[in-house]
């Protein structure tokens, strides 16, 4: 069974350039959020879709902004990039509605965004 | 508010030590809880959880159990191995947040031989 699988793994942007990343959840998964990672923050939680539904979001600016589609796969886009944006990208999947509660999550291995 | 407090790291440890890392939590609502461990470069792995009080979790040697009478969930393994050497990672759910997680800040661990 694969496991959740996140393109690009490595990406390097510029200051003002927007960017697309991608997350495709466990077959069968409806639930899939997206965190960001630095080492001064740690992990944020960014937002969380089901069936194509957004259904929670966390404070971070209007620039971040994603979607879900029917097959469960999800991107999230950065328009508009700083520096401070450099940060590991994890997507992560569970199987239902409250599937993190009880399953917890199964992550992908991120994506890397350096901004210059 | 809800929210994940682990010990401070790093944790450097030989070879067969016996391992703890703290985690205690704060709650607005009936909480899961979870470990989970980033190996250099990769993402998380769910390492073990436990869903209601006086559960314990365990995989792989390591155990959690969760104490509600002192909002904890410590992680121990009573021998490490250099290849348990990693970033632990203690987190939170609360039913019907939409399956938002707090996590804490990750404790680093190196284990030598």
């Known amino acids: 069974k694969a496991g959740v699988t996140q393109t690009p793994r490595y990406l390097i942007k510029t200051r003002g350039q927007q960017v697309t990343l991608s997350c495709s959840p466990i077959?069968?998964?409806?639930?899939v959020s997206w965190y960001q990672q630095t080492p001064g923050q740690g992990l944020q939680f960014l937002f969380e879709y089901f069936s194509e539904t957004q259904r929670n979001k966390g404070n971070f600016p209007g620039r971040f902004s994603g979607r879900q589609f029917s097959n469960s796969r999800s991107e999230m886009n950065v328009s508009t990039l700083e520096l401070g944006d450099s940060a590991l990208y994890l997507c992560?999947?569970?199987?239902?509605?409250?599937?993190?509660?009880?399953?917890?999550?199964?992550f992908g291995s991120g994506t890397r965004l350096t901004v210059v | 508010g809800n929210s994940v407090t682990q010990m401070e790291g790093p944790v450097t440890l030989s070879e067969e030590a016996f391992l703890t890392i703290n985690c205690t939590y704060t709650?607005?609502?009936?909480?899961?809880l979870f470990w989970y461990v980033q190996y250099p470069g990769e993402g998380l792995q769910l390492l073990l959880k436990a869903t209601k009080a006086d559960d314990k979790g365990s995989n792989k040697g390591f155990e959690a159990t969760y104490r509600k009478e002192t909002t904890s969930f410590h992680l121990e393994k009573g021998s490490v191995q250099v290849s348990d050497s990693a970033v632990y990672f203690c987190?939170?759910?609360?039913?019907?947040?939409?399956?938002?997680?707090?996590f804490g800040t990750g404790t680093s661990l190196t284990v030598i031989p």
């Open positions: 077959s069968g998964h409806r639930s």
């Open positions: 987190a939170l759910s609360i039913r019907n947040t939409g399956n938002q997680f707090y």
């Open positions: 709650a607005t609502g009936y909480p899961s």
């Open positions: 992560a999947s569970t199987p239902e509605g409250t599937g993190g509660f009880s399953y917890g999550y199964t």
